[in-house]
């Protein structure tokens, strides 16, 4: 089958009595060029291990396959996952495994380790599905994922910028996070009801130790759930250890370079490492 082919994939779905799920966001990707832009954004080399998420038809699968990598595919549809080795002609670079992305033991799957991760996520879940995988530890150098055109506008905010939120400054503590290109409903069969966008995200070193690592995420955590809030204000009403006194906040504020008057979203990352530093090291 032609996995491009929107009037072959409609084909095998009819034949197969298949009917794509949209609580599992099964939108499958029928555009070549959109494949290959995604394939060529990953930079994936021969030889590589490819971790994808969501290998659904197998279209980016066969890519990935294409191009040399050894591709460790996650999918959660049980007749998806039986069926894909053996669509793709059992190719011994490939394994599947039939999971819930969101439940895997990602300790165990990403000490493999990985090179990258190439996905075409679910919309309903790729956020989480990524953080999870972003933030670990064993992260891959490089992750390139589709995920809808809002989702990757998130990702991506600068300080400042109205999109900027708590998932953006999670994911830009370990990476570089670039819009590659934006993806039209219509390169997708069902067509979504929204767009999609191309991100790659490169791994950079953070900086932070473990102790202030939890730091950043809790303080993060609590600002953002309070983000029209000026963060002076905020952490003063929040609960120990985040809650200070008004002289220990400012003189914390201080010593981070942050103003009290600021916002969540108008903090740089330099700015939150250096809250996490503060809180982390004071008395
Ligand atoms: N990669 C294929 C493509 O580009 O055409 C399919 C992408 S489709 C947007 C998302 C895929 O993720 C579907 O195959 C769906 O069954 C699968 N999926 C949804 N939720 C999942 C989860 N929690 N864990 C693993 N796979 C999941």
Redesign the pocket.
Same mark, same amino acid.
């Given at each position: 089958m032609n996995l491009t082919s929107p009037s072959h994939v409609k084909a095998w779905c009819i034949e197969n009595g298949f009917h794509p799920?949209r609580t599992?966001?099964?939108?499958?990707?029928i555009d070549r060029n959109i494949l290959d832009v995604i394939v060529d954004a990953a930079g994936v080399q021969p030889g590589q291990a490819v971790l994808e998420?969501? !290998?659904?038809?197998g279209? @980016?699968t066969e890519a990935l396959l294409a191009r040399g990598a050894r591709v460790v595919a996650?999918?959660? +549809?049980a007749r @998806?996952a039986s069926r894909l080795a053996a669509a793709l002609g059992n190719p011994p670079e490939l394994r599947v495994i039939e999971? +819930?992305? @969101?439940e895997l033991d990602l300790d165990t799957l990403l000490a493999e380790p990985f090179d990258a991760c190439v996905?075409?996520? !679910?919309y309903s879940?790729g956020t989480r599905?990524l953080i999870d995988i972003a933030l670990h530890p064993l992260t891959p150098r490089s992750i390139t994922v589709l995920v809808q055109t809002e989702v990757a506008e998130r990702l991506a905010a600068a300080p400042g910028c109205e999109a900027r939120g708590q998932a953006g400054v999670w994911l830009q503590l370990d990476h570089d996070v670039s819009i590659v290109r934006a993806v039209k409903a219509s390169c997708f069969w069902p067509r979504p009801e929204v767009g999609s966008t191309i991100v790659r995200l490169d791994r950079h070193p953070c900086g932070l130790t473990p102790d202030e690592r939890t730091w950043f995420f809790d303080l993060t955590r609590y600002a953002f759930m309070h983000r029209r809030k000026q963060l002076g204000a905020s952490f003063r009403k929040a609960p120990a250890p985040l809650g200070r006194e008004d002289a220990t906040l400012a003189a914390l504020f201080a010593a981070a370079g942050v103003d009290t008057v600021a916002r969540a979203e108008q903090l740089t990352q330099t700015q939150w490492q250096a809250l996490a530093r503060a809180y982390a090291h004071a008395p």
């Open positions: 799920n599992l966001g099964q939108n499958f990707l998420i969501g !290998p659904g038809l279209v @980016l996650v999918e959660k +549809d @998806l999971a +819930d992305a @969101l996905s075409n996520l !679910p879940v599905i």
